[in-house]
C-alpha cells in the first residue's frame, strides 16, 4: 500500500530509496512541508497522495528534542493535535524543544511556566526526555506502528469532525459587530471584511475564477498564494509581523486560518489588557 510507503519514509530516513526522493523532490524542507513538483514520477505523486493520510495519526516521540519545532510539530501526546497553543509573545524566540531543557537535561519548568498555559506544562511534563534521536510514531498503536485500517478509521473521522467544525469557521454577527466598530479608517475595515470572506483577489481565488493560469505568489514564488500566504505567511510579510509591537512569528503560531488568527488576537488583546490590540493588527493586515 501506498500510504505504507509514505509512513517509511518518515521510519527510514537513512535508506537508499528515501535519500533520491528527497534529493529529487525536497532537498531544503520537510516530507510534510513539500509540495507537488510539477513533472513528478508516479511513485511520488501517490505518496503525496497518502501523506495527508498518514500526517493525521504521526507525531513525534520526545528523545532529545533537537529535530522538534515547539509551536509548529506536533510532539505532545496529550494535548488536542498533540500540539501546544498557548503562546507568550516574549518567550517566541524558541524555537526546539530542547531549549526548554535545563543543564542537566531535564524539563526546565521555570521556562515551561513562562512559556505555556499551567494545562500545558503540566502535560509536557509528562514527556520523559531521552538522550536519543527524535522519530516519528503513529499515535494510534500501543507500540507506535503504523497501520492502514487505523489510518482510514481516523481519516473517517476527521472527515465527520470538519464537517461539525465548519461552523467555527464562521464569524458570528458580535465578532462583525465588533469589527465595524473598531477606530480604524473605514478602508481598514473593508478591507479586513473582504479577507474574513475570503474574498481579496488572492491568486488563489483569481486561479479559482479562471482569471490567472496558476496561484504561484509573484513575489516569493515558493507556493501558491492564498489569503493566510498573502498575510502572514510569505517571507516577504513575516518580518513585517515579526519587527511590530507584538513581534510575532506567524509560523510558530500555527494559525491555519484568517478567522482562528483573528479570534487569536482578540485573546492576546483581552490577556494584555490592551483593547486596541486588534483594531492595530487590522491595520497591520
Ligand atoms: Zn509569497
Known sequence: MVARQAWRMLQSPNALWVH??????F????FFDVRKASHPSWVWTSILQRRDLVQLGVRWNVGNGQDILIYQDKWVPTLP???VTSLSVTNSLLSYVYELLDHEEEWDV??????FSSEECRELQKIPIRMCSD?????????????????YLL????????DRNHDNLIISSAEWKHIWKMQVPHKVQVFLWRALLNSLPSMDNLLRRGIVQEALCPFCHLTDESIMHLLFYCPHVEPIWFGSALGLDPWQLGVGNLVEWWRYIKRVARQMHFPSLSDYCAVVC
Open 110 to 115: 521555570t521556562k515551561l511556566n513562562t512559556c
Open 27 to 30: 532537498p531544503n524542507s520537510s
Open 20 to 25: 533520491v526522493l528527497k534529493s529529487i523532490y
Open 135 to 151: 522519530s516519528f510514531i503513529w499515535h494510534y498503536d500501543r507500540y507506535g506502528n503504523f497501520s492502514i485500517k487505523s489510518a
Open 155 to 162: 481519516a473517517i473521522h476527521a472527515a465527520n469532525e470538519t
Open 81 to 83: 493535535g498533540f500540539k
